[in-house]
C-alpha cells in the first residue's frame, strides 16, 4: 500500500518535478544563491551537495540546511563528503576523525563503525542526511594521486569489511553513506578531478578484485552507490563508466543486484567537461541508469543540464517511466532518512567524540621498524618536516595540519624545519639543523609521488647516525627511504597527528599494521 501510494504521488509530479528530484548541485558561498533557492521553490530541485566553501560554523551550517529545507516543497537530500582524513569538508568546529587507510591500519569493524556512528551524529545535528562516503576503492596504483589515504586498503576483503562496518555507522546516526567510486578507482595514475582515466582491467579482473568490496557492501545493505568517471574500455569501450549504461544498469543494477540510489560523481570534474557538454553528460547518466545527477559548482551547467533532461523525456529520447523508478527510488530513500525541521549543533565535538577519533588515530599507529629511539625524551631533538600539499583536487586546504605545532607542545625544546623542496630557502637550514640535533626526524608526506621530496628526505636521513622516519600519508614512502625507527600514521589529520606524536613520546605502544601490500 504505501509502495503504490508511493508511486501515485510520483506520476502526479510535474515533469520538471521528476527531473528536479534527480538533480544535486552545490553553489559558492555561506548563504545559499536566489537563483538556487528559486528553483527549490519551483520544486524543480531534489538535492544539495556542501563543500568546505559552505562552512563558516555548526550553527552557521544548522541555519543554511534549515533555509534549503524550508525553501522547497518537497524533501531534500543535503550531501557533502565527508569521509574522515584528507577529505573532509567539516573541519573547524567539528570532531575531526583519522581518514579511511588509518582505519584500514587499526583493522577493527567496531572501530570503523563506531567513529562513522559519530561522524554521522555530526552530520545529522547540522541537517545533512547523505554523506558521498565510505571509500571502497582498493589501494592498487601507488601512484594514483587520488585515493591514497582515502582507501582502507589493499585487501579486498578486509576493505569490504571496513566499508560495510562505517555504512552500518552512518545509517545508525540516520545518515546515508554511499559507496565510492564504483566500479573501483584505485588502478589509475590518474587524477579525474583533472582528466578522464583509463582502466584496462576486464570484468574477470575486476570481479576477482575491485568488485569484492563493493560487493560486499551491496549484501550488507547500503543505501547508494557513487559511479566513477574512469573508462573500463573491456567493459565498455564508448563511455566512461559515469555514462555506461553497461557499467551502471547491466552490472550495477542488474548482475550485483543493487536495488538502492546511484547517483554520480560530479560531472564538473575535468574527467568529464573535456569530452561533453552538460546537456550531453546529464542526459547521458541518465539514460545509463542513474538515479542522482551531480552537478557542484555552476549554474550554467546545472540549468543547462536540467533544461537538457526535461527535453530528452519531452522528444522520448529518455523514457518518463525510467525517471519515474528513479525517482521512486529517490523519494523512499527520503523518506527513510527524513530530516526533522529542527537541528542540534549543541551534539557537536562531545567529549565521547573526541574520545572516539582518539582512540581510532591512535590504533591506526604502524611503528614499521622499532629501532631504539623511542620514547623521544631529553635528547636534543631535530623535526625536518615535509611541507602538506594537496595531491588531489578532492583535498581541502583546510586539512593542511603541522606535526611541528603538535610535537612542540609536548616538546617545548623541538628545533624543526619546514621543508618545501621546490623552495630551497630552507634547504640550509635543514642540513644545519641535522648537524645540529642528537637524534633526526624527518616527516615524509606521499615522497614516493614527489622526486623532490624523495631526493631531499634521502640525501637528510643518510647525514645523520640516529633517524626516526615518520610517514605521515602514503606508507609507500618506507620503500625508499630508511632510517633507524620508521613510523606510519597513515594520515595527516589532527588526530592522528596528536597520536604519532604521543607514540614517539612513549605514552602509548603502536599496533597499527600496514594495510597496503609493499
Known amino acids: 500500500?504505501?509502495?503504490?501510494?508511493?508511486?501515485?504521488?510520483?506520476?502526479?509530479?510535474?515533469?520538471?518535478?521528476?527531473?528536479?528530484?534527480?538533480?544535486?548541485?552545490?553553489?559558492?558561498?555561506?548563504?545559499?544563491?536566489?537563483?538556487?533557492?528559486?528553483?527549490?521553490?519551483?520544486?524543480?530541485?531534489?538535492?544539495?551537495?556542501?563543500?568546505?566553501?559552505?562552512?563558516?560554523?555548526?550553527?552557521?551550517?544548522?541555519?543554511?540546511?534549515?533555509?534549503?529545507?524550508?525553501?522547497?516543497?518537497?524533501?531534500?537530500?543535503?550531501?557533502?563528503?565527508?569521509?574522515?582524513?584528507?577529505?573532509?569538508?567539516?573541519?573547524?568546529?567539528?570532531?575531526?576523525?583519522?581518514?579511511?587507510?588509518?582505519?584500514?591500519?587499526?583493522?577493527?569493524?567496531?572501530?570503523?563503525?563506531?567513529?562513522?556512528?559519530?561522524?554521522?551524529?555530526?552530520?545529522?545535528?547540522?541537517?545533512?542526511?547523505?554523506?558521498?562516503?565510505?571509500?571502497?576503492?582498493?589501494?592498487?596504483?601507488?601512484?594514483?594521486?587520488?585515493?591514497?589515504?582515502?582507501?582502507?586498503?589493499?585487501?579486498?576483503?578486509?576493505?569490504?569489511?571496513?566499508?560495510?562496518?562505517?555504512?552500518?555507522?552512518?545509517?545508525?546516526?540516520?545518515?546515508?553513506?554511499?559507496?565510492?567510486?564504483?566500479?573501483?578507482?584505485?588502478?589509475?595514475?590518474?587524477?579525474?578531478?583533472?582528466?578522464?582515466?583509463?582502466?584496462?582491467?576486464?570484468?574477470?579482473?575486476?570481479?576477482?578484485?575491485?568488485?569484492?568490496?563493493?560487493?560486499?557492501?551491496?549484501?550488507?545493505?547500503?543505501?547508494?552507490?557513487?559511479?566513477?568517471?574512469?573508462?573500463?574500455?573491456?567493459?565498455?569501450?564508448?563511455?566512461?563508466?559515469?555514462?555506461?549504461?553497461?557499467?551502471?544498469?547491466?552490472?550495477?543494477?542488474?548482475?550485483?543486484?543493487?536495488?538502492?540510489?546511484?547517483?554520480?560523481d560530479c560531472l564538473e570534474m575535468s574527467a568529464i567537461t573535456k569530452y561533453y557538454s552538460a546537456a550531453e553528460s546529464g542526459v547521458r547518466a541518465a539514460q545509463a541508469g542513474a538515479d542522482v545527477i551531480l552537478f557542484s559548482h555552476t549554474e550554467k551547467r546545472q540549468k543547462e543540464a536540467f533544461e537538457a533532461l526535461v527535453a530528452a523525456v519531452r522528444s522520448g529520447e529518455l523514457p518518463e517511466a525510467q525517471v519515474e523508478a528513479a525517482v521512486q527510488r529517490v523519494t523512499a530513500l527520503k523518506e527513510t532518512y527524513a530530516v526533522e525541521v529542527t537541528t542540534n549543533p549543541a551534539l557537536i565535538r562531545q567529549p565521547a567524540h573526541l574520545a572516539v577519533g582518539q582512540k581510532a588515530a591512535r590504533a591506526s599507529i604502524v611503528l614499521h621498524k622499532a629501532g631504539s629511539l623511542l620514547p623521544l625524551g631529553d635528547s636534543k631533538v631535530g623535526l625536518i618536516e615535509f611541507s602538506p600539499n594537496l595531491v588531489s583536487q578532492a583535498m581541502d586546504a583546510t586539512g593542511l595540519n603541522l606535526l611541528s605545532d603538535v610535537l612542540r607542545r609536548k616538546l617545548p625544546t623541538l628545533q624543526s624545519v619546514i621543508l618545501d623542496p621546490q623552495n630551497p630557502d630552507n634547504l640550509e637550514r635543514a642540513h644545519q639543523l641535522v648537524r645540529e640535533c642528537d637524534i633526526l626526524v624527518v616527516a615524509t608526506r606521499n615522497a614516493h609521488l614527489l622526486p623532490a621530496q624523495q631526493q631531499a628526505a634521502k640525501q637528510l636521513l643518510g647525514e645523520h647516525p640516529k633517524t626516526v622516519l615518520l610517514c605521515l600519508r602514503n606508507p609507500y614512502d618506507i620503500q625508499q627511504l630508511s632510517a633507524s625507527t620508521v613510523m606510519c600514521s597513515c594520515g595527516d589529520s589532527t588526530p592522528s597527528l596528536e597520536a604519532i606524536v604521543d607514540a614517539l613520546l612513549g605514552e602509548f605502544m603502536p599496533t597499527g599494521k600496514l594495510p597496503v601490500a609493499l
Open 1 to 264: 500500500m504505501q509502495i503504490d501510494l508511493q508511486n501515485r504521488k510520483v506520476r502526479a509530479m510535474k515533469l520538471e518535478e521528476k527531473i528536479g528530484q534527480m538533480l544535486m548541485v552545490g553553489f559558492e558561498g555561506l548563504q545559499a544563491p536566489a537563483y538556487l533557492l528559486e528553483w527549490l521553490a519551483r520544486g524543480h530541485l531534489g538535492g544539495i551537495i556542501l563543500f568546505a566553501r559552505n562552512v563558516g560554523t555548526p550553527e552557521q551550517l544548522a541555519e543554511l540546511t534549515h533555509s534549503l529545507r524550508q525553501a522547497s516543497p518537497y524533501p531534500l537530500f543535503i550531501s557533502i563528503d565527508q569521509e574522515g582524513g584528507a577529505v573532509s569538508r567539516l573541519r573547524r568546529g567539528f570532531t575531526e576523525s583519522p581518514g579511511a587507510m588509518a582505519l584500514g591500519a587499526a583493522g577493527s569493524e567496531a572501530l570503523a563503525e563506531e567513529v562513522a556512528e559519530m561522524m554521522g551524529k555530526e552530520l545529522r545535528a547540522v541537517g545533512i542526511n547523505w554523506n558521498l562516503a565510505p571509500v571502497v576503492d582498493m589501494t592498487r596504483n601507488i601512484d594514483n594521486p587520488s585515493v591514497g589515504t582515502r582507501s582502507l586498503g589493499s585487501d579486498k576483503n578486509l576493505v569490504g569489511r571496513l566499508a560495510a562496518a562505517q555504512a552500518r555507522g552512518f545509517a545508525r546516526a540516520g545518515v546515508i553513506a554511499s559507496a565510492k567510486h564504483f566500479p573501483g578507482l584505485g588502478n589509475t595514475p590518474v587524477d579525474t578531478h583533472e582528466d578522464l582515466a583509463i582502466i584496462e582491467d576486464t570484468l574477470a579482473d575486476l570481479r576477482a578484485g575491485d568488485l569484492v568490496p563493493f560487493q560486499t557492501v551491496i549484501n550488507s545493505g547500503i543505501a547508494s552507490v557513487m559511479i566513477t568517471h574512469v573508462k573500463f574500455p573491456e567493459l565498455d569501450p564508448q563511455y566512461p563508466a559515469t555514462l555506461s549504461r553497461r557499467i551502471i544498469t547491466g552490472l550495477l543494477r542488474e548482475e550485483m543486484a543493487f536495488e538502492g540510489v546511484i547517483c554520480t
